[in-house]
């Protein structure tokens, strides 16, 4: 694992956006696996800026996401859909018929995960998988349990997770209770893991991500056995960890 440590968010954002950036330069039809939640939105504001500046072109990337809440609509603003319209998609020249979301709406979960399972596959792989961290240690929407999930799968969300994401909506009973998540076995396929870690509150996780025992118990400890993980966290969130 490569960790770059950063003074601060803007730091981290910009640092995460070179790496992609370089990605889609040295190939202009990168497969980039794209997260959501408040860490990488800073990173996505760089992407825009640097394209509206005419240094990047999406026109021939393809992108696919981790996850998606089951049971939100494309309109709802909460929906990761949404999400990813707002802070990247309708700012860059992307083509939205090569992006990819689980659907939200699709009720029924067995055919909602193979059929994302097949957009993965046909896709060739991920080039770059972009990652967050939620306070649990979970990746995608993958929650602490006793297996690591190889595939898209539905997922009851944990309290600790609807607890962190209260914030995004008006009252915590508007938090879904499921999500579709891609698994973990795919994101250990993608080429490269770029993951943005930031502040304090994320200290604690992050150590027992880079320095703990792999276990399904911390997710995105799996990363460990990832040939090309770089890390990219500011101070805060890098502040326990014991660096040689
Ligand atoms: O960046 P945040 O808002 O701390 O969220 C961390 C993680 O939690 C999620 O938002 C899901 O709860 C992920 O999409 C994200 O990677």
Not at 167 to 177: A, G, L, Q, S, T
Not at 216 to 238: G, M, R, Y
Request: net charge negative.
């Amino acid at each position: 694992m490569k960790l770059i440590q950063t003074k601060d968010y803007d730091d981290m954002s910009r640092k995460a956006a070179n790496i992609i950036s370089a990605q889609v330069i040295l190939k202009p039809d990168s497969v980039l696996g794209l997260a959501t939640g408040s860490t990488p939105i800073g990173t996505y504001k760089k992407l825009i800026e640097w394209y509206q500046k005419g240094d990047l072109d999406f026109s021939d990337v393809r992108t696919v996401n981790l996850d998606e809440y089951k049971g939100l609509t494309k309109e709802n603003d909460q929906s990761y859909y949404y999400f990813m319209n707002e802070n990247l998609f309708k700012h860059i020249n992307i083509d939205l018929t090569k992006t990819n979301i689980p659907d939200g709406t699709e009720e029924d979960a067995k055919k909602e995960c193979d059929r994302y399972n097949h957009v993965i596959e046909s896709m060739g792989g991920i080039d770059l998988q972009l990652l967050g961290l939620g306070n649990n240690g979970h990746i995608g929407f993958n929650e602490p349990c006793d297996t690591f999930d190889k595939l898209t799968h539905c997922v009851t969300l944990t309290q600790s997770t609807i607890d962190a994401n209260a914030r995004f909506f008006e009252k915590i009973e508007d938090v879904p209770r499921y999500a579709y998540t891609m698994g973990i076995g795919q994101i250990m396929s993608a080429k490269k893991v770029l993951v943005v870690v930031n502040g304090k509150g994320k200290a604690e996780i992050l150590k027992k991500v880079i320095e703990g025992p792999v276990t399904p118990f911390v997710p995105a400890s799996i990363l460990q056995f990832h040939p090309d993980v770089t890390i990219v966290a500011d101070e805060e969130a890098a502040s326990l960890l014991t660096l040689e």
